[in-house]
């Protein structure tokens, strides 16, 4: 960017007169009154966070969001609202049954809907199990209820399923439908539905929260206009800027930590998943179980001579005590069984286990001949984090592997190859053929396919091992408990695209042109604190307009001229279509070296005997913002002048 550009920009963003620092407004008491989204619908909030009709405008909402917990209703003392009536805060007066509640709700007006917080401190000393209500009345009766999939619903979700849609029947056929947003998929969260009648839903949680702690519910209720004769497709479509993934948005570590029905999804990549409690059908217990059939489960002490693993790679043996679980051809109905370790590996194969035998309780030996399933003792402690990289095939098989090279593949944006040292985890879904989303401990994240083609893999338990890579279905890694333990936002430059992906790294093109209604402004990607889609319409096609807020202040609004950007970090360098781009955060300023230059003849006018000179000095550098701070501060570690060090001290306490 050139010096005389940078000269220009700055009365712009003078002009623009945002460059002063926004001050944090505090909370005020909030009074119900009709919240209008930006697609049109209507919401009227109690003080409790309930949700009533207040209007003639057409709406399935009758009473909504009504909390009960423990047969007691939710009442809130004065609830306290942002000035902008955005966020809602409510708390009960005084703890009940032990605990202590509160609602936060967020109003998105954009996607058309509202976000809850449901918050449950134990104040006592013992645990506490409770059962939660959410009671939802509609205003007519609901013609149908579809789940987010698609899938015609009556009192249950599938694990896959996270939400479900209220259809207005043919009396309110002019009301949008409503969805509601009540779990991650395949949160082990106990759930139950009950349904009356189509006119009112309960949603039920089983908490057990534990004392001095605290559990919460993420959930929410979104107005959509979709209607019995959409395609599951569209269905899908119209719910997916209410994912859980979308809801979560924003949230802090502490919420999500303790939000119990987001489970392993969200916080720590299905951990439980690859640690169970229960091994086909059977939870671990303080002594060993021998399951046959359907309905017989002895409990004992089981032991073998030792155990042997023939695979088509070879034989191998393992340790008794590295057994969590054993399947047999009792179970499988084939030769081949299943062996599960406790370090996350689960092998098929044939098994050898001579002198295999069942010690009952009461003292009775059962020698072993046919097995069917056999679930060792639980670990005595709880795993938190995997101890090797461990993939899964698509064929059900674990194998913890040591992690050397790299791992290939293709992203939507071209090829890709990640050292397997900077993966924490990649996780795909059911209904994907192959790859799925990658996470890196930089908190990248992108769908990605694994090229296709054998590769050896030197593996911790049965040595190197033939692999066709594109059949790895999930990966976790010892990165990924570290990962969420870290801000959910990178420190460092990163980008925001479609399909839930991020990038960490920078836009390189030279610059970003955004057609405003004033005519074409060019800009720096460096000189962007953030830019970000603000579009109405959700699709990916079409124009897309951008908000970009600039350091040293201002904004402006336009689309972009550009088709596509090149964005460059780690391992890739791609041309992304504008279409796929989202936001673009730059949380640390870069100053390009025009504008280092400008800044060094400013530091030098501080000093300047005209007094006009330093005063237009000082008010150029205070203009710069947070540009201009690291420079600030190198300056004043090195002044030796009075009057430079005063200017450069109230610069420098005007940014705080």
Known sequence: MSRRFITSLLPLLSLLALSAQAQQTPNVPYSPSVLTDKKGHEWYIEQNGGLQRNSNSPT?????????????????????TTPDGKELFMSA??????????????????????????????????????????????????KSMLSNLGRLMKDSLEPAESGFIGLPGDSDSKAPALLFTIRAPKSPLPLRLTVRNNY????FYTLNVPAGKSQSLVH???QVDVGAKNTPEEIVKACLPFSMNRLTKGLSKNTLKTAANLGGKTGSFGLDNWFPAEFWGVAAGSSDQLAIGTDSLLKGKAAATAVSVVRASGQSSVAWDLLAAIAGPGHTGEPRGWLWLRDGQRWQCLLETPGLHFTLINGADLPLTKLDRLILTKSAEPITSPPHTL?????????????????????????????????????????????????????????????????????????????????IRHIITPLASKLNEEESEPAGSFVELTGDQRLVGRITTASLTLLTAAGPIKLAPSNLQMLHDISEDESTTG??????????????????????????????????????????SNPVPVADNALMRRMGQLLQDLGNAQWKVREAASSALREMGPLARGSLQEALKTSTDAEITRRLEELLQSED
Not at 122 to 139: K, P, Y
Not at 200 to 203: F, L
Not at 438 to 465: E, H
Request: proline share 4%; net charge negative.
């Open 200 to 203: 009112q839903i309960s949603i």
């Open 93 to 142: 007066q005084q703890p009940i049954n032990g605990l202590s509640i509160t609602r936060r709700v967020t109003f998105m007006d954009r996607d058309g809907g509202l976000r809850y917080v449901d918050e449950f401190l134990n104040t006592t000393s013992r645990d506490i199990t409770v059962t939660v209500e959410l009671r939802h009345s509609f205003n007519n009766t609901a």
């Open 391 to 471: 993939i899964e095939l698509w064929n059900g098989e674990r194998l913890a592997i040591k992690p050397e090279g790299n791992l290939s593949g293709n992203s939507p944006w071209g090829r890709l190859s990640v050292p397997w040292t900077d993966i924490a985890a990649m996780q795909s879904q059911d209904d994907e053929a192959l790859g799925g989303m990658l996470f890196l401990q930089d908190g990248t994240r992108l769908r990605m396919m694994p090229q296709p083609g054998k590769a050896t893999v030197q593996t911790v338990s049965l040595g190197a091992q033939d692999l066709d890579l594109s059949q």
């Open 220 to 222: 929410g209720i979104a």
């Open 543 to 584: 124009s897309r307009v951008f908000q970009a807020e600039l350091w040293g202040g201002g904004h402006i609004t336009g689309s972009l001229e550009e088709s596509r950007v090149r964005l460059e970090g780690r391992g890739f360098a791609w041309d992304v279509p504008v279409r796929h781009l989202l936001r673009l």
């Open 60 to 80: 399935m909402i009758g009473t909504c969001m009504t909390l009960q917990f423990g047969n007691q209703q939710f009442y809130s003392q004065q609830p306290m």
